[in-house]
C-alpha cells in the first residue's frame, strides 16, 4: 500500500435486519493504512478543500444532531473510515437518492474499519464508495476532483437501476405503513408489497388488480371512446382513419379545428390539436401513424388539457398543462428565446428531479410556428407573443379545483374501462366549472399513468397517490403480513423450527418452513440443501401460497447476509454459547459493548425485528439471551426448565407468560394462572433420556406457538406427536378414497 492510501478489503451486502440497521447496507471494511495516523484535524487544509467539493456535508448533523456536527467532527479530527462514510452518503443524496444510512467501526485490526452504508442499489453504493475515496484523496493531496460528472454518473445509473418515480412513491408510502417491500427485478419496477398469501404486487403504477382487458381497451383509444360515451361520458366526435385523404374527409365531416393522433399511443407522442388545413392534417398523420397502430381523427376542443388521477374509482389528484410561448425581442431567434426565456427555469431539466422538461422544437412544435409564418431560426418582433406548444407539462396541480361532478364523471370512465388506476385525459376551460356547459370532453383513459407530476408538480401541492394506491391495495386493518416466525441460537434452531411449523400445520394453515434440513411447504420437501439463509427465506416470502412461514437463521446470516424478512410476529432465541461459534471471518468479539461486533450486538437482531404486537421468545436460563428483554418492542415469553429459575419468576410476579417444567409437565404460566399442556414422557422428540437442551426446545416451539394464539388441543398434539415418523394426512386421505373406489367396483371389474 502507497502511503496515505485508502483500500477497501471486502464489501459484504447485507440483504436485510443486520447488526447495523433494519435496511440492507453494504459493509466494507477499510483499510485506511498510515491514515490511521492522520485524523482529519493532522491534514492540512484538508476539511477546507473537503466542503469546498462538497459544500452541502454542512447539512450532515453527525452524532452531534445538529446541522454542521460532521464539519465539526473534522475540525476536531475524526478518522478517514468516518469521512468516507459521509462523503459516499452525500454523493448519492446529490445524485437524487433519499437519505441514507452511516456508521463506521473499528475492527480489532488497527487501522482497518467497518464501515456500514445504506445500499439501496449494489451498483450505484459501489460507485459512491469508489469515487468517495478519489475525491477524499484530492482533499488531501490538494489535487481538483469533478464532483459534477461523478454526480452526473451516478444519476445516470441510478435512472437505469433505481426504482422509477412512481414505484418509489407506492414502496414509500407502503413502508410508513409499514407494510414490507420486495423488488423483485433487480433493474425493473415490479416490486412485491407484502409477504406470502398476503402480497400484492405492482409495477410502476400498474397492479395485480389492474385488469389486462382494461389496459388493452385503454390502448384502444377509439374503443375507449366508445364505451365510456355508451355511460353518458362527454367524448369528442371522431372515427379511425386510414390515409392522410380519408383524415381530412373526417375534419371535414366533423369540422375544423381537428386533433389527430394514434389509435393506441401514449405520454402524447404523435399528437396534433387544432388543425384546421388539409396540408397540416396530412403532416399529422404522417407523423401519427408511426407512433400506433391506427390514426384518429377528432374534434379539437376548446380549453386546456388536464391528466386526472383515479384510484379505486376516486379522484386523488389532478395537473394542469400549460401553453408555452415567448416574447420577441426583434433580435433573438425563436430557438434563442426558448432557452433565454423559457429553458433556464430551474424547474426544467432532464431527470426525475426537475418537475418540467426542456422545451424542444420537435415536430408539434415546427408545425404551430408554421401557423404563425415562422420557423425556429425566424426573429419574431418586439413585443409579439409567439406560440410554441398548446399544452406542455401537466405540473400545474389543480386538485382542489375539480368540480365534483366533473370527478364523477372520471371516475365513470376508470371504471367503465376496468381499471384500478386510470390516468384521465380531459380538456376544458374551467375545471372548476361542469363539463356540460363548458363543451369539455374526455380525450383519453390511460393505464399505468405517471406519477411524478402529482408527486413534484411544477406549481402547487404535492399530492399523496403513492399513499391512495396503497391504501386501495390494503384495508386499514390489513398489515401485508403472515404469521412469521424467526429462530436464532447457536444449538437447537432446526428443531425449534420444526416444532413451530409442526404447530402451525396443524391449525390448519399452510406452512413454509426454511432450515439446515432445506425447504419445506406443507409436509412436502421441496429443497433437500440447507435453507437456513437469506435466499431460503426470501423463496418462503414470495411464495403466495405459504400462509404462515418460519425461517431459521443462525449467527452466519445475520452478519453475512442479514435477514431475509424485515420484522417478525415472534423471534426465538435458543441459546448463545459464544466458545462454540466460528465467527472470526466478521471479527466478533467476546465483550467490546457496541463499538466492535460483538454476540450480542449480533444475536439482539433476531429481537430487534420483533413487531411491536409481537413476542419474543427467550430463554431464561441463558444470561445472555435473558438480557435482551428490554430490547424486544413487544412482549417476551420467557421459557426454563427449572421452575425456580430467577428470571422467569420475576418476570411472572410482574404479570408476564413464561413456559417451564412441573412435576415432568409442560406448563404454561401467566402471573399466578397456569395451564397443563402433557407430561415430558408424551414427547416422542424428549424420548427418555429426557436431555435438557431437548426439553428446552421443545418449551421454546411451545411458547411461540402459545404466542401465536394456537389452543391448548394445538399445543399438546404437537407436542406429542412431533418426533414421530406420521404419514402426511393429504397422503392417507387420498389413499383411503382410492381405496374405497376400488371396493365398490364390481368384483370382475377389479379381476
Known sequence: MKKKDIIIRDIIALRGPNIWTYRPVFEA?????????????????????????????????????????????????????????????????????????????????????????????????????????????????????????????????????????????????????????IRLLADGNLVQLGYCAAMRRIWTAETDQTSAIAETISRDKDLTKELISSVGVPVPEGREVDSAEDAWEAAEDIGVPVCVKPTDGNHGRGVFIDLTTKEEVAKAYAIAVDEGSGVLVERSIPGIEHRLLVVGGKLVAANRSDLITVTGDGQSTVQQ?????????????????????????????????????????????EGREVLIQRNANHAFDCTDEVHPET????????????????????????????????????????????????????????????????????????????????????????????????????????????????????RHQVQKTSAANWEGGRRLLVNRSVEAAVIENGADVILGQGLPYDRCAVGIITNIVPEEENLERWDVQLTGGEYYTTHRSTYRTQVDVVLPGGHAVLNAEDELVADFAELCDGEVIFFACDPNNPVLLAHLAAGKRGVTVVDHRIVLRSGNEEIRICRLVDAPYIGKAKSPTKIANVLAGVAAGWALDLSQDILTTGVKTFGLALPDPATVLSQRAKQLQAARKPAAVRK
Not at 441514507?100 to 439501496?120: D, H, M, P, Q, S
Not at 426537475?354 to 404551430?368: N, V, W, Y
Not at 376508470?414 to 361542469?434: F, K, N, T
Request: charge should be negative.
Open 29 to 181: 471494511w477499510i483499510d485506511i493504512g498510515e491514515f490511521e495516523d492522520y485524523p482529519s484535524n493532522k491534514l492540512p487544509g484538508f476539511t477546507e478543500r473537503l466542503t469546498a467539493f462538497l459544500p452541502s456535508l454542512i447539512e450532515h448533523r453527525c452524532s452531534r444532531d445538529v446541522r454542521g456536527g460532521f464539519i465539526a467532527r473534522l475540525n476536531e479530527g475524526t478518522w478517514i473510515g468516518h469521512v468516507l462514510e459521509h462523503v459516499a452518503l452525500e454523493l448519492m443524496t446529490m445524485a437524487g437518492l433519499p437519505g441514507g444510512f452511516g456508521r463506521t467501526r473499528e475492527t480489532t485490526e488497527r487501522g482497518v474499519y467497518k464501515l456500514a452504508i445504506r445500499n439501496w442499489q449494489d451498483d450505484i453504493t459501489r460507485i459512491a464508495l469508489d469515487e468517495g475515496i478519489a475525491l477524499i484523496l484530492a482533499a488531501v493531496e490538494d489535487k481538483p476532483f469533478d464532483v459534477a460528472d461523478v454526480v452526473d454518473t451516478l444519476r445516470r445509473k441510478i435512472d437505469r437501476k433505481y426504482l422509477g418515480p412512481s414505484t418509489a412513491a407506492i414502496v414509500s408510502a407502503a413502508d410508513d405503513r409499514d407494510i414490507p417491500a
Open 337 to 381: 428565446l426558448i432557452d433565454s426565456q423559457v429553458n433556464t427555469d430551474p424547474r426544467r431539466g432532464t431527470t426525475e428531479l426537475h418537475p418540467l422538461s426542456f422545451i424542444r422544437i420537435d415536430t408539434a412544435a415546427r408545425i404551430e410556428l408554421e401557423r404563425q409564418g415562422l420557423t425556429a431560426d425566424s426573429v419574431p418582433a
Open 407 to 522: 370527478a364523477e364523471v372520471v371516475a365513470l370512465a376508470a371504471r367503465v374501462v376496468g381499471l384500478d388506476i386510470a390516468g384521465v385525459d380531459l380538456v376544458c376551460q374551467d375545471i372548476s366549472q361542469p363539463l356540460d356547459g363548458q363543451g369539455g370532453a374526455i380525450v383519453e383513459v390511460n393505464a399505468g399513468p405517471s406519477l411524478l407530476m402529482h408527486i413534484k408538480p411544477g406549481i402547487g401541492q404535492p399530492r399523496p397517490v403513492g399513499q391512495a394506491i396503497v391504501n386501495n391495495l390494503f384495508a386499514t386493518e390489513q398489515s401485508g403480513r403472515v404469521p412469521l416466525v424467526g429462530v436464532t441460537g447457536t444449538h437447537g434452531r432446526n428443531a425449534v423450527a420444526k416444532l413451530v411449523a409442526r404447530l402451525l400445520y396443524l391449525s390448519a394453515h399452510y406452512v413454509g418452513l426454511a432450515c439446515s434440513d432445506g425447504i419445506f411447504l406443507g
